[in-house]
């Protein structure tokens, strides 16, 4: 079966720091990868998404960057934090194309920045 | 582009009581509908999808949905809330751009369900 795993759960980091936040998958090939960021608890904003190495599209100008290292591992970053990149970021997958699937999320990360 | 609205910021209902949380949906094309929930500082989890076929969706801890193509919605519905239901709430819409699939989400219905 499929799984996915976030890491690390909570990160509290200064403002001017760097950040790296993982994501894999396990038990599928190709998955498309996905990165939202939920801000005060409701609404989930796309961030990132990537459809295969080394293919990422930005949905959004931000402080942030993503990097897809393998066919599944998906990578947040940033160089200097601010204090704006607070919130909960969540990786999903879904198989590529076809059959609506659906995402199956991560169990999010808890970014505070200080 | 396709889009889903959750009027509702919250719902509040009595334990044992039947729930309804809303969603509309503006798609063009055959729409493929989803609801997800989040508990606290949680992932989303999957309830279920409108592909094709049956109006009526069951899915996941009791839920089910009703797809309603002449009022553009995908309402879902519990005929017995439970405490335990008490949670966020999320409809989606499949959308197709630049040649890959995402999901666009509504912006949540915070269920309290009331003992």
Redesign the interface.
């Known amino acids: 079966s499929q799984t996915i795993h976030?890491w690390p759960a909570t990160l509290v980091q200064p403002v001017g720091s760097p950040l790296s936040l993982e994501c894999t998958v396990e038990g599928t090939s190709n998955p498309?990868l996905?990165w939202y960021r939920q801000a005060a608890?409701?609404?989930?904003q796309?961030l990132f998404?990537s459809?295969g190495i080394g293919q990422i599209?930005s949905e959004v100008p931000q402080n942030l960057s993503a990097s897809r290292p393998q066919d599944r591992q998906f990578i947040l970053s940033s160089k200097k934090l601010l204090l704006s990149d607070s919130g909960?970021y969540?990786c999903?997958w879904?198989p590529p194309?076809r059959v609506?699937y659906?995402?199956?999320?991560?169990?999010?990360t808890?970014l505070t920045v200080v | 582009a396709q889009s889903v609205a959750q009027p509702e910021d919250q719902v509040n209902v009595a334990e044992g009581n039947p729930l309804t949380v809303k969603c509309t949906y503006s798609v063009s094309g055959n729409p493929?509908l989803?609801w997800?929930v989040q508990y606290p500082?949680?992932?989303?989890?999957?309830l279920l999808?409108y592909?094709t076929g049956d109006n009526l969706v069951k899915g996941s801890y009791g839920f089910e949905a009703e797809f309603n193509k002449s009022q553009t919605s995908f309402h879902l519905k519990k005929p017995s809330a439970l405490v335990s239901d008490s949670a966020?709430y999320?409809c989606?819409v499949?959308d197709w751009t630049?040649?890959?699939?995402?999901?666009i989400?509504?912006?949540?219905t915070r269920l309290k369900v009331l003992a």
Do not use: P
């Open positions: 976030q498309n996905y608890g409701r609404g989930l796309l998404y459809v599209s909960f969540l999903a879904s194309d609506a659906g995402y199956t999320f991560g169990s999010g808890r | 493929y989803f997800y500082n949680r992932g989303l989890q999957f999808k592909i966020l999320f989606a499949r630049s040649g890959t699939y995402k999901y989400f509504g912006t949540g």
